[in-house]
């Protein structure tokens, strides 16, 4: 099955700097990769997703790379500001396997004031 | 348009007790999942159904949780004998159609604690 592996585990950056974080996937069958935001307390929130024939994806501060060869996707959030702080998770979605997801273990994402 | 409703939001029983949670999706979704959310983990699948058919019950412990979703529109999943290592959050969520690349949206979750 998928495996997703995302990095790093946490993640403390100062205002206005810019945070990355990386997942892995396994399975070439995957074709969709959702980011997710779960603050404290709350559900998890879409906030960007990319499809597996883009390469880059961006919407305001935030952007979504995949490389397909690699089977590596990568979250950017530039500009950090305290309210991006966080839990990010990243998920693989199979194009096969009933369309099954797999998430990653979470990014706590903490931006100093 | 409403979201994923859960209930109960907050559970707390004792091992060996049952206990059920209650899903109702976005309005058109066909497919609804069930996750186990560990705290400081990511959600991990437990149940897929695509309308009222599974798709994936591979990492469901059938031994003592099972899940229904009759006529395709909400969900029950139960635990029973609930265990101390069922103690998490049960993420509900809904997605336009499996296969497709449509992202899932999520219900606030039922935070169970078993004592």
């Known amino acids: 099955g998928e495996n997703v592996e995302q990095h790093p585990s946490t993640l403390s950056v100062q205002e206005g700097d810019s945070a990355v974080i990386k997942c892995t996937y396994s399975?070439?069958?995957?074709?969709?990769f959702p980011w997710y935001k779960q603050e404290l307390g709350k559900r998890p929130q879409l906030i960007i997703d990319?499809?597996?024939?883009?390469g880059e994806k961006k919407d305001q501060r935030i952007a979504v790379t995949l490389n397909k060869t690699a089977k590596h996707f990568s979250l950017h959030i530039t500009e950090t500001q305290p309210e991006d702080s966080a839990v990010y998770f990243c998920a693989a979605k199979s194009g096969t396997n009933a369309g099954k997801s797999t998430f990653g273990d979470g990014t706590t994402l903490t931006v100093k004031p | 348009e409403a979201g994923v409703a859960q209930s109960p939001r907050y559970k707390i029983i004792e091992k060996r007790q049952s206990v059920a949670f209650w899903c109702n999706p976005i309005?058109?979704?066909?497919?609804l999942y069930w996750y186990q959310q560990i705290l400081g983990q990511g959600p991990k699948l437990l149940i897929q159904f695509q309308n009222n058919g599974v798709v994936d019950d591979s990492q469901l412990p059938k031994d003592r949780f099972s899940a229904e979703r009759l006529k395709g529109v909400d969900s029950t999943l139960k635990i029973q004998p609930a265990k101390l290592e069922d103690s998490a959050v049960y993420l509900c969520?809904?997605?336009?159609?499996?296969?497709?690349?449509?992202?899932?949206?999520f219900g606030n979750g039922t935070r169970l604690t078993v004592t």
């Open positions: 399975d070439s069958a995957s074709n969709y």
């Open positions: 309005s058109g979704h066909a497919t």
């Open positions: 990319i499809r597996s024939n883009v």
């Open positions: 969520a809904s997605s336009l159609e499996g296969l497709s690349n449509s992202p899932l949206h």
